[in-house]
């Protein structure tokens, strides 16, 4: 059964900390991974993955895919509230576009 | 810049009701998606459709059915709504990709609560 998991369920860390979300996967015809941020709306594209080893980087924000190993991570350095959220990490299973979701991390920043 | 409206941000319903859930998008996208969203359960899909009058069940459909009569619209019907459908609905949509296996993220609507009482 395809899958996606993501961990801790929840963090929180003070501002200006480091923190580092994973997802792993078991997924069918893997065709790419994808990070989003849901703050109280919907979520919000953070990134897209499809090859190993190849960091995405978007100012404080990074992610690394391992196919091998099957699994992702999402680093955010000094972090500030305006990161708390919850971080979902989804995988594109190539069957039409169908996208199976982890179930998230809930990231709270306190000052 | 994509566009996902979704008709209400919240609603309250009682039980037994037929509930309309609409959800449009502006981009022209070939792929709309329904899910539910509820704490410690994360995304889980509802129904999917690739074209018109076409859909697909996700990995909850009971209780729920959809239609598709036009490419930029996509509706989520509760036949008869229950409490345990109380929660976070969101619409997605994504293009099909270019012909090489291009990929494409979903972009989502605002979501709309819905309390079954």
């Known amino acids: 059964e395809d899958k996606v998991v993501q961990s801790p369920l929840s963090l929180v860390v003070h501002e200006g900390d480091t923190v580092t979300l994973n997802c792993s996967y078991e997924?069918?015809?893997?065709?790419?991974l994808l990070w989003y941020k849901q703050e109280k709306k919907a979520p919000t594209f953070l990134f897209m993955l499809t090859s190993s080893g190849i960091e995405k980087k978007s100012g404080r924000l990074s992610s690394i895919l391992d196919k091998k190993e099957l699994f992702s991570i999402l680093n955010i350095t000094a972090t500030q509230t305006g990161d708390s959220a919850v971080y979902l990490c989804?995988?594109?299973?190539?069957?039409?576009?169908?996208?199976?979701f982890g179930t998230g991390t809930s990231l709270t920043v306190i000052p | 810049d994509v566009k996902v409206t979704q008709s209400s941000r919240y609603l309250v319903k009682r039980t037994g009701e037929k509930v309309f859930l609409e959800c449009v998008q502006d981009m022209d996208h070939e792929n709309m998606f329904w899910y539910r969203q509820d704490p410690g359960l994360g995304l889980r899909l509802i129904y999917f459709?690739?074209?018109?009058?076409?859909?697909e069940k996700g990995d909850i459909p009971e209780g729920y059915s959809v239609s598709r009569e036009k490419k930029e619209r996509f509706s989520l019907i509760l036949e008869s709504a229950s409490t345990n459908q109380t929660s976070m609905y969101l619409c997605?949509?994504?293009?099909?990709?270019?012909?090489?296996?291009?990929?494409?993220?979903?972009?989502f609507g605002p979501g709309t609560r819905l309390t079954v009482l």
């Open positions: 997924v069918t015809n893997f065709r790419s």
């Open positions: 459709s690739y074209d018109v009058k076409m859909k």
């Open positions: 989804a995988v594109d299973g190539n069957t039409g576009n169908q996208f199976y």
């Open positions: 997605a949509s994504s293009f099909e990709g270019d012909l090489a296996g291009g990929f494409s993220e979903q972009f």
